[in-house]
């Protein structure tokens, strides 16, 4: 079946601006996750939903970033007053319960640049 | 804040060399996977080792674990041009029931035709 999608692909932005981040994870997989990976580093851990509850945001840098998954499917990012420095790829991925060996099957990122 | 560091941070080998990345990391661990990315966006699964285990085999790569170290090396066999990409190792943080990802900073390999 399809595997984890996020639009847009990619998103340039103003400083300033509010942006929202789509992820669609694979239909029936009960935990979603996004990470922010900047440039030369690896992916960072942002947010966790068990199905539309947030289970952990302690990844979220500030409040000016929040997250939500009303019906425990789609997830939507959303980032206001942007700036510079949240200039990354953010990544999705789920996984079908939140157990030890439960792969997260990642999405093709959305890469977000504020200028 | 990242868990642990890959070494080499770059590696270029000729195609049908093997190559090696290591990876160090710094708490307690479940279980350890690697993961590859091509062209800095979606990250696809490797394979996972647990604490309990010490080596592991899929196809052409063998991933060791060394508890007592905090360490892990993950070995390509016999590369190939496909094989170039970043390789990252990925650690478990369990908060609130969920197995959240920890990554270090990734190896980026090619492999020269």
């Known amino acids: 079946g399809a595997g984890v999608s996020q639009t847009p692909s990619n998103k340039v932005t103003e400083k300033g601006k509010y942006v929202e981040l789509r992820c669609d994870p694979i239909s029936g997989h009960t935990a979603l996750y996004w990470y922010r990976q900047s440039l030369g580093q690896g992916p960072e851990f942002l947010i966790y939903f068990q199905g539309t509850g947030a289970a952990d945001d302690s990844g979220l840098p500030n409040d000016r970033f929040f997250a939500v998954r009303p019906e425990g499917s789609v997830s939507t990012l959303k980032i206001q007053r942007t700036e510079r420095g949240d200039s990354a790829v953010y990544l999705c991925a789920s996984s079908p319960l939140a157990g030890d060996t439960d792969t997260q099957y990642f999405g093709p990122g959305t890469r977000l640049t504020v200028l | 804040s990242q868990q642990g560091e890959e070494d080499p941070q770059a590696l270029s080998i000729q195609e049908g060399e093997n190559a090696t990345m290591n990876c160090s990391y710094k708490?307690?661990?479940?279980?350890l996977q690697w993961y590859r990315q091509n062209s800095g966006r979606g990250l696809v699964h490797l394979i996972l080792?647990?604490?309990?285990?010490r080596e592991k085999h899929s196809g052409r790569l063998r991933v060791t674990l060394d508890t007592s170290k905090k360490s892990s090396s993950l070995l390509i066999t016999a590369s190939r041009a496909a094989d170039t990409a970043s390789y990252f190792c990925?650690?478990?943080?369990?908060?609130?029931?969920?197995?959240?990802?920890?990554f270090g900073q990734g190896t980026r390999l090619t492999i020269n035709p």
């Open positions: 708490t307690s661990i479940n279980n």
């Open positions: 990925a650690t478990d943080a369990w908060s609130q029931g969920a197995q959240k990802l920890v």
């Open positions: 080792i647990r604490s309990n285990e």
